[in-house]
């Protein structure tokens, strides 16, 4: 496998052509959203141009190009994780979105009292808000796995908190924390042995390793575009087809209909059940052109560039005694992102200071505070690389944390 050559994909990202401040662009908050590349950025604006219509609703030709695009798009997806079948794939605005039908639909259905749902503590907001609201209504009990020193969770932790009284496992396949990828293929196979379904929130995971839905097993998964160079107000809800059959939809309105009475309904088939309304052709054509680039350019040597740019961060950061890292050292169990805390310095003047060098890195609680509270930290700085970082980012990255410390008044 050839490596990838960064400096020639920046090229494809018109962003990287501005300064910031008079300075390169250090571009380092990934795990927060992506930029985009041109082949992405002209795939919308040709939809616009070309093709745009209401898809699914009219016989006319902008409607069909519409529909076309949609379904392509749609296509696209399903390659792109190995899924089964079209039908599985559902397009909503985000991860959160696709968390929130999930809970609603095929939570309010399993979830009686006294059933257990289990998240891990290092969870998004996204993935515990949404189970808190179900368990309030339906009387469930919300259980947390809880990682170790190293951030990571352990075979016995798993075995104790799932159990035959959980109905529900949703955990995220990487953390946006700790960068800890979590072993989803041992919770997944514990969790069916219990009975349970597993939903996984890919939404740091799948912009940046090979997923193979049918390999994974998992029951859910979700994950948002503006994550992997496509546009923001895309996501997706892979569900295995038995289980999104079995699950009422979530929106009601148009498009998701069969046939409408007075006083009930009956609904379409998938994937359309869960698409009420007018759906976001362009993001979903934005997505299809994101994965097209992602494709091309190889997952697995996505993979291999951010671990060698992970490894090289980790080693010049701890050279600083005055940093501390959050997370796995070892870099089989973790992704391409670094959270970090500074001796003295509160992670948002780290961020602020950073931004007068071009340096965008990300500050504060993440959307996991239980996991701060766990940690007890009040908040943490944290890098996250993609396809188009490159070592100089780094080196800018750690002269700036110098230099932070030095207009601190710390010296070097
Ligand atoms: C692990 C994880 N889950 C869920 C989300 C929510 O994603 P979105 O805001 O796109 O819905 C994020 C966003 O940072 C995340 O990192």
């Not at 070309?50 to 009219?58: A, L, M, Q, T, V």
């Not at 998992?218 to 038995?242: C, N, Q, R, T, W």
């Not at 391409?336 to 948002?348: C, N, V």
């Amino acid at each position: 496998m050839h490596k990838l050559n960064p400096e020639e994909i920046r090229k494809d990202f018109p962003i990287f052509k501005q300064r910031i401040q008079d300075n390169r662009l250090v571009y380092l908050d990934n795990g927060a959203t992506t930029q985009k590349p041109m082949q992405v950025i002209n795939a919308i604006n040709n939809y616009n141009q070309n093709s745009h219509g209401n898809p699914h609703r009219g016989a006319h030709q902008l409607s069909i190009r519409a529909t076309e695009e949609y379904d392509l798009a749609k296509e696209k997806v399903r390659k792109f994780i190995n899924a089964r079948y079209i039908e599985e794939i559902i397009f909503t605005r985000n991860t959160t979105e696709s968390i929130n039908l999930i809970a609603y639909s095929c939570g309010k259905k399993l979830i009686n009292k006294g059933d257990e749902i289990v998240l891990a503590i290092s969870e998004h907001h996204s993935n515990i808000l949404p189970w808190q609201r179900l368990v309030k209504e339906n009387g469930g009990i919300l259980k947390y796995i809880y990682l170790n020193e190293e951030g990571r969770i352990s075979p016995e932790e798993i075995k104790r908190k799932i159990t035959d009284r959980t109905k529900i496992v949703s955990i995220a396949h990487m953390s946006n924390v700790l960068g800890t990828i979590h072993p989803i293929e041992e919770i997944i196979d514990h969790a069916h042995k219990m009975g349970s379904i597993v939903v996984i929130d890919g939404a740091q995971s799948t912009p940046h390793m090979k997923i193979d839905i049918q390999k994974l097993d998992a029951d859910l998964f979700v994950f948002s575009g503006h994550k992997m160079l496509g546009p923001m107000g895309i996501g997706v809800l892979y569900g295995k087809k038995e289980i999104l059959e079995d699950m009422p939809p979530f929106l009601m309105g148009g498009d998701m209909i069969e046939y409408v009475y007075e006083q009930e309904a009956t609904f379409a088939p998938l994937p359309y059940k869960f698409e009420a309304g007018t759906q976001n052709v362009e993001g979903a054509v934005g997505l299809g052109a994101a994965i097209d680039y992602l494709e091309k350019i190889g997952l697995d040597r996505i993979e291999n560039h951010e671990k060698m740019l992970t490894e090289y961060a980790l080693d010049r950061m701890l050279s600083l005694p005055y940093v501390s890292i959050q997370g796995p050292k070892d870099l089989e169990m973790r992704g391409g992102l670094i959270s970090f805390t500074i001796d003295d310095i509160h992670p948002h003047d780290i961020a602020t200071i950073l931004d007068s060098y071009g340096v965008a890195i990300r500050a504060g609680h993440h959307c996991a505070q239980p996991l701060m509270r766990y940690l007890d930290v009040p908040a943490t700085s944290r890098i996250s690389f993609y396809l188009y970082n490159t070592k100089e980012d780094v080196d800018l990255f750690v002269e700036g944390i110098k230099n932070v410390r030095k207009w601190l008044g710390y010296g070097s």
